[in-house]
Each structure stands twice: as C-alpha cells, then as structure tokens.
T-cell receptor, first 110, second 114 residues
Framework: GESVGLHLPTLSVQEGDNSIINCAYSNSASDYFIWYKQESGKGPQFIIDIRSNMDKRQGQRVTVLLNKTVKHLSLQIAATQPGDSAVYFCAERDTDKLIFGTGTRLQVFP | NAGVTQTPKFQVLKTGQSMTLQCAQDMNHEYMSWYRQDPGMGLRLIHYSVGAGITDQGEVPNGYNVSRSTTEDFPLRLLSAAPSQTSVYFC?????????????FGPGTRLTVL
C-alpha cells in the first residue's frame, strides 16, 4: 500500500458531517494559495485556489477561508463522503515556486 | 489529451547508478516542475521550468539535473543515486504558475535506491 503519510495528522469524520482541514503558511508575501487532494497511489489533484486579497472562495461542496492576519488557511468540505478520504495539502506560491505543507489525512467513517 | 505522463512507474537502482526519469505533457504548458514526496512529508520542489530553455532550482536540487529542450518534455536526471533519494517523484505542469491555472500532476515514479 501507499507509504506516504504514515505520520500525518489525521482527521476522522462521519459520513455526512462537515470537515475542516487547517493549514498554516509561512510567507506573508505569497499571492495565492491552493488546496490539493491526494488519493493513495496517485498524484495530487487540484481542488480550489484563492488569491491573497480574498477571504473566502467557494466551490462545489468546498470552501476555502484565508486569514492573513494569522497566516492560516482552511478547507471546509460539506457533507463529507467516503470518496473524500485522502490526504489534503495546502500550497502557497512563492514567485515561481509552489511550497507545499505536510498534509492532513481525512478518514471518513460510514 | 494524455495529460502528464511519467516513466517508469517503478525503478530500483544501486547506489552510484545514474538514470533519467521521464516526464511529458501534451497540453502545451509552459510551466513544468519536479517534486519528491517522502513518507510523512509534503511535496518538495526539486527543479522547475517556466518555458523551453529555462530551468531553475527548487528547494532540494542537489543530486539532480534537468533540461527543457522542448515545451513537452522535462526529464529529471539522477547523477549518482544515493539511498537518500529513495522517494516518490512527481512531475507537474500548468500553462503558467498563476491563480486560476490548474497544475496537473503525473502519476508518479516510485524510486528505491539500495
């Protein structure tokens, strides 16, 4: 099986509940932020991004919140489904580079 | 479109051997990058390219070389493999590195160095 993420923080939620995944970023000059989902054995998949001059952006069942004062980003997933089980990463753009956080594993229980 | 393709999927090397990980995209993307992912860690940027003929170093470039002779291809070369390079390697591409320009990842190459 996939060995990546053995020591990742884990969030366990019941199917149908809302999930909130948090991320702290380091560079106050980053101009946009991205959330990725990575399923076992696959590459990361884009979920949603947000520009630094925004506080909130909504997608389909997902909302990203940005708090620049405390350099904090969160991803909210509404009505969590078994298919949402994965590792979630935030990333920030630093000029021509994307810098990734360490990730959070989301486990969804029936 | 095939998207981002990577070869091989799996590779075992002995210490000191060299090899090239291949990455190709058919979306005419200018920006391409290589990451490595180790257990318990996020992705770390090795090298990136903003267009053909242009490459630059990321967070962890030591022991790796890249070139970008065409828009489509961005190979990653390990010059003399070391056990510390055991990892999963991902290639990614996007039109540009900017908001609202989704970055697409390949399926990864799992490399073991003995």
């Amino acid at each position: 099986g996939e060995s990546v993420g053995l020591h990742l923080p884990t969030l366990s939620v019941q199917e149908g509940d809302n999930s909130i995944i948090n991320c702290a970023y380091s560079n106050s000059a980053s101009d946009y932020f991205i959330w990725y989902k990575q399923e076992s054995g696959k590459g990361p998949q884009f979920i949603i991004d947000i520009r630094s001059n925004m506080d909130k952006r909504q997608g389909q069942r997902v909302t990203v919140l940005l708090n620049k004062t405390v350099k904090h980003l969160s991803l909210q997933i509404a009505a969590t489904q078994p298919g949402d089980s994965a590792v979630y990463f935030c990333a920030e753009r630093d000029t021509d580079k994307l810098i990734f956080g360490t990730g959070t594993r989301l486990q969804v229980f029936p | 479109n095939a998207g981002v393709t990577q070869t091989p999927k799996f590779q075992v090397l002995k210490t000191g051997q060299s090899m090239t990980l291949q990455c190709a995209q058919d979306m005419n993307h200018e920006y391409m990058s290589w990451y490595r992912q180790d257990p318990g860690m996020g992705l770390r940027l090795i090298h990136y390219s903003v267009g053909a003929g242009i490459t630059d170093q990321g967070e962890v470039p030591n022991g790796y070389n890249v070139s970008r002779s065409t828009t489509e291809d961005f190979p990653l070369r390990l010059l003399s493999a070391a056990p510390s390079q055991t990892s999963v390697y991902f290639c990614a591409s996007s039109l540009v590195l900017a908001i609202y320009n989704e970055q697409f990842f390949g399926p990864g190459t799992r490399l073991t160095v003995l």
